[in-house]
């Protein structure tokens, strides 16, 4: 069986003025190009509330590391209560939105992702003495640059979010 673990998940929550569409486009960028990793939408739904809308959508993003490691990024965004604004700045008028946002981040070390010492219960046995022996310092080294690379486009979007809200 694939073994996998969870050792990153945090949120981050803003509310304030911002542009959606571009700051969806920056995260998958970010995901994309930054962590390297392929991602595909799970779930998208938006729902209408008068004027204003709530968002929910998810992604799901990974990397193969090497044959053994993998990386899985699950990232959940729910945007509520977003409406249009307009801003002048510089005497020109900005079209931007308005609303809650909570982003929701969750990393996964896949360990033997292809199920190669699965064959066997002798694998299995071989896996265990590999994963404890063997290889022990790698799988904190991955550990540890999964949660980096979540900690890091977390921390962007933060970034994103204040730059943005403040202009």
Do not use: H
């Not at 673990?5 to 949120?11: E, M, T």
């Not at 690379?149 to 202009?167: H, I, P, S, T, W």
């Amino acid at each position: 069986m694939v073994e996998k673990d969870v050792i990153f998940s945090s949120k981050v929550k803003y509310n304030g003025i911002f542009p959606f569409s571009d700051f969806y486009n920056f995260c998958y960028d970010w995901q994309t190009q930054e962590m390297g990793l392929s991602i595909s939408e799970k779930k998208y739904s938006e729902k209408l509330k008068g004027e204003s809308r709530d968002i929910e959508f998810e992604w799901g993003g990974s990397k193969k590391v090497t044959d053994y490691f993998k990386f899985e990024v699950s990232t959940k965004f729910k945007i509520i209560g977003l409406v249009d604004v307009e801003l002048t700045q510089e005497g020109k008028k900005i079209k931007m939105n308005k609303g809650n946002i909570e982003i929701k981040a969750e990393g996964t070390l896949v360990r033997d992702y292809e199920g190669k010492f699965e064959r066997s219960a002798f694998l299995k046995f071989i896996r265990g003495i590999y994963e404890k022996w063997v290889i022990q310092s790698r799988i904190k080294e991955y550990e540890d640059k999964l949660i980096g690379a979540c900690e890091e486009f977390l921390n962007q979007v933060k970034a994103y979010l204040d730059l943005e809200g403040k202009r």
